[in-house]
């Protein structure tokens, strides 16, 4: 029989105590788990300007009501308050460490972490039962050593760059084969000391209605083609398709191709492969290369940031980059985008550093050192390129939004993902939308068609990563994961559920609010004014008042102000009136509306 999933469990490191709760009946409703159950507590929890890396913040490890009963790998939500941003943060990570989270905890909608501990400790979950531990023997330990630590477990841990508190440090689960990179959470682990959790448990066995859907979906999923993409080379053919079409940042945004991709892109993956991986038999994970530092699995954002990035042509070097990153526990956008300032500030006299494109070696030397921040460039990196440039000069080398450095698809060609980017909930991220891929085969986007793409998409993404899936499962999701939800006895249609995702995305943006985010949070960065040589001979820059006009219509079509605030109206319509706090200022209608 399925276990329902209705409470969520507590661990205060400071006080060294656990305890569960449930979760109201409400929240579970409007917001499922993930993304939506994780912002509702921040929101509930956390007080307005709280130290992202203070014992006050929440780190949750957020599950769903489908975890561990759909194909392909299952994913958790790791939420918390970034020390990048100052704002909301959540970041997505699959492997074996959720599966046997969810199988652990079967009735646990989460693990929420707050306090901080006085010495390095792991948190031990062995089929339900919560312990602590201290590990002061791990400090320091690489991601891949940590799991070695406990060879009987599923194990999420940090780096040295999350003990030095780097920014930008990841999450590493599964030997750092698997990561929750972006926005930092795994500073906040290191700020509490929380060197582990290693999980011990069975993964779940879908049963009756879900293991029937479990097989239809997992064949149809190898039958579409986001599926079939996916087990032709993994996520590493993303810097193929953004080389062709103009894309792909080069050489620290300089360029929107790269003349050696095909060194780097999805063949010469092919060629370097030792294996491949399947998770459980539904569909193919990614491709495993020897390294000089050991295995590991490269990604399209690794060739993109570290190969065409750095202008590094040569796949192993790229690999053993990645693999570097992954042990030290860094995030590989982040990571490689503050190299490419460094070499970019190098080159124009604001910092003394022996740093080039194409240089690999100093690349890697700069990250080991930026992830123990090693030195003053190296320190300023760890805070982000924005920290960097503000204190040494050179803002206009690398674009960030919210202070998260943007990934390596450049948006010159395709003036929706600017947007996409610039309205992004957690910092510049191509996750949330990416409109680009069919606008470049567009000859002309109206206005409000790029406007519609984004929001649909947020709305989406913010469903599928409440339940939470993969988005790239999700695009076999007609209903938006209705049918599976019904096999759990939880009762929505498609419209109720995309409702819920505009929903959660709404709460995010009054979480951001609280935080003293607006509308110049939503900018454009510099870089993307100036025009460059893109696909086929086009020149493209992003226009700013064309992007204006697309701002407003975004803040218009999503019940929002003139100021990027939500409307009272809005919060009515959304259910989210009786949450809102006298701390979250709203907006009002542009003058002549009501």
Same mark, same amino acid.
């Given at each position: 029989?399925?276990?329902?999933?209705?409470?969520?469990?507590?661990?205060?490191?400071?006080?060294?105590?656990?305890?569960?709760?449930?979760?109201?009946?409400?929240?579970?409703?409007?917001?499922?788990?993930?993304?939506? *159950?994780? $912002?509702?507590?921040?929101?509930?929890? &956390?007080?307005?300007?709280?130290?992202?890396?203070?014992?006050?913040?929440?780190?949750?490890?957020?599950?769903?009501? &489908?975890?561990?009963?759909?194909?392909?790998? =299952?994913?958790?939500?790791?939420?918390?308050? %970034?020390?990048?941003? +100052?704002?909301?943060?959540?970041?997505?990570?699959?492997?074996?460490?959720?599966? /046997?989270?969810?199988?652990?905890?079967?009735?646990? &909608?989460? *693990? @929420?972490?707050?306090?901080?501990?006085?010495?390095?400790?792991?948190?031990?979950?062995?089929?339900?039962?919560?312990?602590?531990?201290?590990?002061?023997?791990? $400090?320091?330990? =690489?991601?891949?050593?940590? !799991?070695?630590?406990?060879?009987?477990?599923?194990?999420?841990?940090?780096?040295?760059? +999350?003990?030095?508190?780097?920014?930008?440090?990841?999450?590493?689960?599964?030997?750092?084969?698997?990561?929750?990179?972006?926005? #930092?959470?795994?500073?906040?682990?290191?700020?509490?000391?929380?060197?582990?959790?290693?999980?011990?448990?069975?993964?779940?066995?879908?049963?009756?209605?879900?293991?029937?859907?479990?097989?239809?979906?997992?064949?149809?999923?190898?039958?579409?083609?986001?599926?079939?993409?996916?087990?032709?080379?993994?996520?590493?053919?993303?810097?193929?398709?953004?080389?062709?079409?103009?894309?792909?940042?080069?050489?620290?945004?300089?360029?929107?191709? @790269?003349?050696? %991709?095909?060194?780097?892109?999805?063949?010469?993956?092919?060629?370097?492969?030792?294996?491949?991986?399947?998770?459980?038999?539904?569909?193919?994970?990614?491709? /495993?290369?020897?390294?000089?530092?050991?295995?590991?699995?490269?990604?399209?954002?690794?060739?993109?940031?570290?190969?065409?990035?750095?202008?590094?042509?040569? @796949?192993?070097?790229?690999?053993?980059?990645?693999?570097?990153?992954?042990?030290?526990?860094?995030?590989?956008? %982040? $990571?490689?985008? !503050?190299?490419?300032?460094?070499?970019?500030?190098?080159?124009? #006299?604001?910092?003394? *550093?022996?740093?080039?494109?194409?240089?690999?070696?100093?690349?890697?030397?700069?990250?080991?050192?930026?992830? =123990? /921040?090693?030195?003053?460039?190296?320190?300023?990196?760890?805070?982000?390129?924005?920290?960097?440039?503000?204190?040494?000069?050179?803002?206009?080398?690398?674009?960030?939004?919210? %202070?998260?450095?943007?990934?390596?698809?450049?948006?010159?060609?395709?003036?929706?993902?600017?947007? $996409?980017?610039?309205?992004?909930?957690?910092? !510049?991220?191509?996750?949330?939308?990416?409109?680009?891929?069919?606008?470049?085969?567009?000859?002309?986007?109206?206005?409000?068609?790029?406007?519609?793409?984004?929001?649909?998409?947020?709305?989406?993404?913010?469903?599928?990563?409440?339940?939470? =899936?993969?988005?790239?499962?999700?695009?076999?999701?007609?209903?938006?994961?209705?049918?599976?939800?019904?096999?759990?006895?939880?009762?929505?249609?498609?419209?109720?559920?995309?409702?819920?995702?505009?929903?959660?995305?709404?709460?995010?943006?009054?979480?951001?609010?609280?935080?003293?985010?607006?509308?110049?949070?939503?900018?454009?960065?510099?870089?993307?004014?100036?025009?460059?040589?893109?696909?086929?001979?086009?020149?493209?820059?992003?226009?700013?008042?064309?992007?204006?006009?697309?701002?407003?219509?975004?803040?218009?079509?999503?019940?929002?102000?003139?100021?990027?605030?939500?409307?009272?109206?809005?919060?009515?319509?959304?259910?989210?009136?009786?949450?809102?706090?006298?701390?979250?200022?709203?907006?009002?209608?542009?003058?002549?509306?009501?």
């Amino acid at each position: 029989m399925t276990q329902t999933r209705d409470h969520v469990c507590w661990v205060d490191l400071s006080a060294r105590t656990v305890r569960h709760e449930r979760v109201p009946e409400r929240w579970r409703r409007q917001f499922l788990g993930g993304k939506g *159950l994780g $912002a509702r507590y921040l929101y509930e929890e &956390l007080e307005a300007n709280v130290d992202p890396l203070g014992p006050d913040n929440v780190l949750g490890f957020m599950l769903g009501p &489908l975890s561990g009963y759909l194909p392909g790998e =299952t994913r958790y939500a790791a939420v918390t308050k %970034s020390p990048l941003t +100052g704002g909301f943060l959540d970041s997505y990570a699959g492997g074996q460490f959720p599966a /046997r989270l969810a199988g652990a905890l079967p009735n646990c &909608l989460g *693990l @929420f972490v707050t306090g901080r501990a006085d010495v390095p400790t792991v948190i031990q979950i062995d089929d339900g039962e919560v312990t602590l531990e201290t590990a002061a023997d791990l $400090a320091g330990a =690489t991601t891949d050593a940590v !799991a070695d630590a406990f060879p009987d477990a599923a194990v999420a841990c940090i780096g040295p760059a +999350g003990e030095a508190m780097v920014r930008y440090a990841s999450i590493a689960s599964d030997g750092g084969d698997h990561h929750a990179g972006r926005g #930092g959470a795994g500073a906040v682990m290191g700020a509490k000391r929380l060197k582990a959790i290693a999980v011990r448990g069975d993964e779940l066995e879908p049963t009756g209605e879900l293991a029937k859907l479990h097989r239809t979906y997992a064949e149809a999923y190898q039958e579409h083609d986001t599926g079939q993409w996916l087990h032709a080379g993994a996520t590493i053919e993303s810097l193929d398709f953004a080389d062709e079409t103009g894309l792909l940042a080069t050489r620290g945004w300089q360029e929107t191709t @790269f003349g050696e %991709s095909d060194a780097i892109g999805v063949e010469a993956a092919k060629a370097s492969a030792v294996e491949r991986e399947y998770p459980d038999g539904d569909y193919p994970g990614g491709f /495993r290369i020897e390294t000089e530092d050991g295995e590991t699995v490269p990604r399209g954002a690794t060739a993109m940031t570290l190969g065409a990035g750095l202008g590094i042509d040569d @796949f192993d070097d790229v690999a053993t980059l990645g693999a570097c990153c992954d042990r030290l526990g860094l995030d590989v956008i %982040s $990571a490689g985008n !503050a190299v490419a300032w460094a070499i970019r500030a190098a080159d124009a #006299g604001h910092i003394d *550093l022996e740093v080039s494109f194409g240089d690999a070696d100093a690349a890697a030397e700069l990250i080991k050192r930026i992830a =123990t /921040r090693e030195g003053t460039v190296a320190d300023a990196l760890a805070d982000g390129v924005a920290v960097a440039a503000d204190r040494y000069g050179g803002e206009a080398f690398v674009p960030t939004v919210k %202070s998260m450095a943007v990934p390596s698809y450049d948006p010159r060609q395709a003036g929706s993902m600017a947007l $996409a980017y610039a309205t992004s909930d957690r910092g !510049a991220c191509h996750r949330r939308a990416r409109p680009f891929e069919r606008e470049v085969f567009d000859e002309e986007w109206s206005l409000q068609t790029q406007v519609r793409a984004v929001v649909t998409a947020q709305n989406v993404r913010s469903v599928l990563w409440s339940l939470p =899936t993969d988005d790239f499962l999700g695009e076999v999701f007609d209903d938006l994961g209705a049918e599976w939800l019904a096999a759990l006895g939880r009762s929505y249609d498609s419209s109720d559920l995309y409702r819920l995702g505009e929903r959660v995305w709404t709460l995010v943006r009054l979480f951001n609010v609280r935080e003293g985010f607006e509308r110049a949070d939503d900018s454009l960065p510099s870089v993307f004014r100036k025009s460059l040589p893109g696909a086929h001979g086009r020149d493209s820059a992003i226009d700013p008042d064309d992007f204006e006009r697309a701002l407003e219509r975004y803040y218009a079509t999503r019940g929002w102000g003139p100021n990027g605030r939500p409307l009272a109206e809005t919060l009515v319509r959304l259910d989210l009136d009786d949450i809102v706090d006298d701390e979250t200022p709203l907006d009002t209608p542009p003058t002549g509306e009501t």
